[in-house]
């Protein structure tokens, strides 16, 4: 494995991270997402920066600062720039693909992180099978969104105590509700994979990424989208 880029949130680059990884005005106390796909160019990169598009949409950068917003791949291309057509899905929902660098993933990332969403059941598998208590925070994208649908919003503290704390709450309620709100079918917590297929696919799945995460923003800041 390789060594994390210092300034992706790991390791010596501490202060950089909080420039690059995450929105401006980051509290010491922060919650950390960690979105994680295979390589690392498609799937994570378009969940990454479009979970931080929606929560600044919601919240602004400040407000929204609390939230760092990362991924990595299991078989990561480290340094690779995102793929052009997950660029171009970004672009479609206003979302920055800007200055973005692939990575892999790494003890430390699982370890820093408060909440693990994969694209697939395997790589939740390889998440969790990583160690580091990963179990109760590591959940597919969509797993994550069907037990969110579930959770009460007034059981979870008030948006007034900060999106840290209502963050944490979230997470605890859903590993809460996993063994008793299963997938429908095993397709269901999925998302494919999009490399190497052509724009119309990349945009499709950017489809089904946006509709699994609005959901989850909303729960996370207590704001529904704007209409």
């Avoid at 970004?90 to 003890?107: K, N, P």
């Avoid at 007034?154 to 809460?176: C, D, K, M, Q």
Wanted: charged share 20%; aromatic share 6%; glycine share 10%.
């Amino acid at each position: 494995m390789t060594a994390p880029d210092a300034g992706r949130g790991i390791g010596n680059g501490e202060r950089a991270a909080e420039i690059t990884t995450t929105f401006v005005g980051l509290p010491r106390d922060s919650f950390r997402i960690l979105h994680v796909s295979t390589g690392n160019v498609c799937r994570s990169p378009i969940t990454e920066r479009l979970t931080r598009h929606l929560v600044t949409d919601r919240l602004g950068a400040f407000l929204g600062g609390g939230l760092v917003v990362e991924s990595a791949g299991t078989w990561g291309h480290e340094g690779a720039p995102m793929e052009a057509n997950a660029e171009a899905v970004l672009a479609d929902f206003g979302a920055d693909a800007s200055g973005f660098v692939g990575r892999e993933l790494l003890d430390e990332h699982v370890i820093r992180a408060d909440l693990v969403l994969t694209a697939t059941r395997d790589h939740r598998a390889q998440v969790i099978s990583m160690g580091h208590s990963a179990g109760l925070r590591t959940f597919t994208l969509k797993e994550f969104t069907r037990l969110v649908r579930a959770i009460d919003p007034a059981t979870l503290p008030p948006t007034s105590e900060g999106v840290v704390v209502r963050a944490r709450a979230l997470v605890r309620a859903a590993a809460a509700l996993r063994g008793w709100l299963l997938a429908p079918t095993a397709e269901a917590d999925e998302v494919y994979d999009p490399y190497g297929a052509p724009l119309p696919f990349f945009q499709s799945i950017g489809d089904e990424i946006h509709e699994a995460l609005d959901p989850v923003v909303t729960a996370l800041t207590g704001v529904p989208a704007r209409m």
